[in-house]
């Protein structure tokens, strides 16, 4: 059994922390990957190079996530944050908007209908 292995991201080489078999669960509990160390996909990293890849792809997934919110609060119109609204205006608003939404909908109803009735006279 080889107790030493050589980081593909920094090329030091290291003795091993764990057994292949810890390895293994490990990876299948955080990335759902089953048998890591029999993969040709898969690289073995120390833990100061898996530090700073799991540090920039947390910054990345923030940054998306960051990104998703703010486009999600404007297409709906509610940007409540940089207007610094209350949260009691921000729910009238939308109970407000709700209203018209129905109020529309209603009224896309009722000319469905009028062209219904104008269509079987």
Known sequence: MNNKYICSSCKKEFEKAIT??????????LFGVKEASNRDDMAI?????????MKKEIYILQEALRDLSYNFLKSI???WLIKKISFLELKNW???KDKKNKNFNLKKEQRREQETKI???
Not at 45 to 53: A, G, H
């Open 77 to 79: 119109g509610i940007i």
């Open 119 to 121: 269509t079987l006279l």
């Open 94 to 96: 939308v109970r407000e």
């Open 20 to 29: 292949d078999k810890e390895a293994n669960k490990e990876a299948e509990e």
């Open 45 to 53: 990293v120390c833990d100061d190079c898996f530090n700073k890849i």
